[in-house]
């Protein structure tokens, strides 16, 4: 079983920054992935970036330039650098697992592990 536990989130006025944290805990197998999703009032989940487990990283076109998904050596915290945030970036920020046979080839696809979220508010 994996777990995964955000933190960071916060409100912050347009322009500003916000670093995400998540803590995963659990056996992944050695392809896998981890991942970062938001999802505002009435819209869909949406993939932001992802990290697979030989560090290649993707961003939604919409974060490109603003944010960075990053790990640490150990594998076991990934990070959500926001800056330049926006009034549309408000969601609930999701930390996601796919455990096994991930790439970031394959996009925001086959995750089945999900942390609870964390909330991110940016006020024009």
């Known amino acids: 079983q994996v777990q995964l536990v955000e933190s960071g989130g916060g409100s912050v006025q347009a322009g500003g920054s916000l670093r995400l944290s998540c803590v995963v805990s659990?056996?992944?197998?050695?392809?896998?992935?981890l991942g970062w999703f938001r999802q505002a009032p009435g819209k869909e989940r949406e993939g932001v970036a992802a990290?697979?487990?030989?560090?290649?990283?993707i961003h939604a076109d919409s974060v490109k330039g603003r944010f960075t998904i990053s790990q640490d050596n150990n594998k076991n915290i990934i990070y959500l650098q926001m800056n330049s945030l926006k009034p549309e970036d408000t969601a609930m920020y999701y930390c996601?697992?796919?455990?096994?046979?991930?790439?970031?080839?394959?996009?925001?696809?086959?995750?089945?592990?999900w942390g609870r979220g964390t909330q991110v508010t940016v006020s024009s």
């Open positions: 996601a697992a796919a455990v096994r046979f991930c790439t970031v080839q394959g996009g925001f696809n086959g995750y089945n592990y």
């Open positions: 659990g056996y992944m197998y050695s392809s896998h992935c």
């Open positions: 990290v697979d487990s030989d560090s290649r990283a």
